[in-house]
Each structure stands twice: as C-alpha cells, then as structure tokens.
C-alpha cells in the first residue's frame, strides 16, 4: 500500500472528525449527510470547525511536506553556495592513510558536522573509534510509517601522490569546463555530498523530510575500514534501519545508469623478503650473496601463470562458483564495449584468466594484484648496493567467504625452499575488512533505486557486478541485517585515486535530483521492511 501523497485523505478527516467532533455519534460513514469524499461539519458546541479542518491540513502537510518542485527549486537557486562549500570540505586533506594528516581529518570531520548540524540535522556526534570518528547526524521525525533510511558515505581520500602529475594542486579544488578537479572529488567527497545537499533542500524547504534518515560517514574507508566494525557492533540499535544506501560508489557512464549486484571481498598483504642486516657493496659482494629484489621478483611471479592468467595459490579456486545462466545474462548486457573501458584507462589490451570473459574476470572471479613493490636504491644516479631487503603488497580479491576463510588458514603464499639465503616475512594488512557481497535485484531498496533512476535517465538502469570492495557495505549486512544498494553518481574516468582526480558538476545536479525524489520514493513505502537475515546480535566475519 502506498501513502497518500495528494489532497488531504478523506479517512484522515473523517478519524479526526469522529475523534474530536462527533465522538458519541454514529459512525460518520451512516451519516444521511456523509460525502465519501469528506465529512460535512456540523456546528457543535464549543468546536471551532475551522480549527479543527486547519488542524487536519496540517497533519496532512506534516505527513507530505514536501513540495518537490520547490526542493528542486531551492537546489538550482543555491547550486552556487552548495559548490562553495563543496569547495571548502574538498580543501581539507583528509588522507586516512597518513598519520600525519590525522589533525586533518578531525578538522574534516568537525566541518561535516558543523555544516550538518547548520542543515537541520539532528543528534549530529562524532563517534570515536581508535582511528578516525564516524560521524554520525540523523532526522527521525517523519510519519510514525515511515521508513528509515541509512545512508553510507566516507570522507577520507586517498593520498595525492604523484604530486608532479597534478594539474593543479589536489586540495586547492579548480573548477573548469563544468568539472572541479580535487583530490576526492569523486572518491568519496564529491559523491557523499549529493544526498546531503538533498536533504539540505528538504530540510530548508519543508522544515522535515520525508522518511527518517540516519547518516554513517566514515572516516576510515580509504585504509579498510579497521575500525567501523566495533563501531556498529557497539551501537547497533543506534545504526537500525529498513533500508541502506552507500554513495560510494557509481554509475557505469555518463548516460547509462546502473545498480550493483555483487562486490568482490578483499584480504591484503605485505611481504618483506630479507638477505641480511644491512645494505652490502656490490662490488665487493655481488654475485656471492642472495639478491633480495631477485628473490622477491621469483616468488611474486610464482603467483600466477603468465600464459593462461591462472592463480597458482594451491586451493585458490577451489570455493569459486562458476557464473550462473542470470549473472551471464547481466555481463552479456553490459552497455560498454570491454575496448572502451580499457581505453578510459589507457590500456588496449585484456589479458587475465583463460576461458572468462573481460567482465567475468574484474567482477565474479577472484584474482591477485601485486599493488606496490620496493626495495634498494630507487633516487636519482646510481648506488651500487645489494640491498639488505625488498618488500611488496599485494590484494587478494575474493568471490566468497570460503575461499577468504581458505587463505587465511594458508600459512603462506608461497615456497621458500626454492629460494635459498632468504628470510620471508608475510604480515596480513590489519586494516583490511572487506568480505565479498550479493545483493538481491528484486530487494524493495534497489527498486525503488531502479525507479528513480529510470525515471531521471529515461531508461531503465543495467544490474553489473562491481569487481572493488566496500567493506562497510559488507559489514551493515552481516552485523545490521541490512542490504545496501550502492546509489551513486561517479563516472568511470573521474580518475579515482589517480592525479587530475574530478567530477562534472552536471553528476552533482544529477545526483541531487536523485537523492530527492529517492527519499520520497521510499515515503511511499508504508511499513518496514524486514531484514533479509537477522544475525541477532552475532559478529561474524
């Protein structure tokens, strides 16, 4: 059933009429003078019948405050002033991963705050963990059926290295040719500002908002989120909802809209090969001692198989599924050719696990990606070492709990026995927490995602497989119960975590849009929806 969004109900009227006017009379509907479409007041004493219609209409307005056209209205007027101050939070370096930056990431979280609080939020706390805060505001003041919607963002961005390959500097943000250019200006600031200016407009506008909304926005997500989990165990009945949203995240172009049915799970490492205690001259010593960056170099490439793509990790796909006939399906009608997602990243070539597809593999199959590898003397000229060590990271990307569970009982990635006068050292990242996730396309969160954007693109959105990990999201599902329908309008050459990082302004106003007529979408949902499982309290991986 969905709640009236017109002219004031004739139910309503006629159980306000019954409760004050006429409550030792006959029911109102065996009245000879009872209009199904409204009762007819009668005089009675001591009752202002005036009073008591303006009393309903304003239990109409506070149950539909909301003049769509005039929120709109109020986002174009202030798209200036809403861009100033996008501005403003994109100056701060909020880099999570530099313990440096800590002091800068608190003033960003205080500023979110401070402007969340001059909205109209309410309850706006910073909630501490033994990192970064999450900051927390919400508005629970809709009509007692309404919904309550979470909505997930995080403020922390990557690091702005290589600082040379900068136009111009990454938290100095340069708006030209309708983008703005800052480091987070897609991941994840300029994305987790749209819903706020949304509801920025409600709250101006109509003094309330449609449904209930309680706001996460982490501090953290850039480094694995090591500390979110704790934060929603502790308070979970204050993060309860009927449904989540996450704006980190995207659409898979400019004109093609799109929701995610599945994310990728991810473990990380650090590997530190060692030959001795100190760097050694190579003059004196090369070619009588182990080479650690040699060393390193055999095991990274014993990871995989350079012919057919394959992971040479004993056990590695021995709890992946094969896609099924509707996850076929959904690749198949992919809008974008896999030659046009290359060249947005200046690749022109797809090379990966034999047998699969270039969708299947950067989305349902597992993989492992050196990320980082270093060692010796990397500066200008020449030093003729053989260094003491080498490192490298790499990224597991998981398709399920199973094989997550799998490499994590491993006791290692790889064989030393082959590689004599070496130490190895193989540390799990701590701050890693990201475990794979399926979400339903029927669920009635992503449909009534699927409706707004239908209706703001003309057509119908693709349902597509995301190969990254968001580690909240698999987080509010295992310790809320909730699914989380990724809501967001980044594009796939924003440069995410590269230089030159931007987003269009015309997202921004796209994204605002949606975010309005989402929550009000979701105001016509009557009741609560039950949660796809409910873990009762339990923390589980």
Known sequence: MRASSGSVPARLLRDIWHLFVDK????????PDHDINGPTLHNSPGINAPLVIALCLLSNVAANPHNLTAVHQWLSTNAGTNLDQLITFLSIPSISADPYRAPQVRRCAEWLADDLTAAGMHHVDLLETGGHPVVYADWLHAPLDAPTVLIYGHYDVQPEDPLDLWTTPPFQPDVRDGKVYARGASDDKGNMYVPLMAIKAFLKVGGGLPVNVKLLLEGEEEIGSPNLRHVLVEQ??????DYAYSVDGGMVSRSIPSLVLSLRGSLCYEIAVRVADRDMHSGFLGGGVQNPIHALSRLLSSLRDIESGRILVPGFYDEVDEADVGERKDMEAFPISSED????????ISVGEEGYTFWERISVRPTIEIVGMWGGYIEQGIKTIIPSQAHAKIACRTVS???????LQTKGL?????IPGVTLEIKPEPNEDGAP?????NGTGMQAAARVLTELYNRKPVFIRGGGTIGAVSMIHQILGLETTLFAFAEPDNLAHSPNEFARLESFRRGERAYVQLLH???LLTGKIEAPEDNNGKDEL
């Open 437 to 441: 996730v399926s979400l339903r396309k």
């Open 24 to 31: 030792d009379g006959p029911n109102p509907s065996e009245r």
């Open 401 to 407: 709990l199973e094989q997550i569970l799998l490499i």
């Open 521 to 523: 979408e979701l105001s």
């Open 341 to 348: 997602m290359m060249s947005q990243n200046g690749v022109n």
């Open 236 to 241: 979970r009945e204050r993060f309860r909802a």
């Open 414 to 418: 790889f064989s030393t026995a082959r």
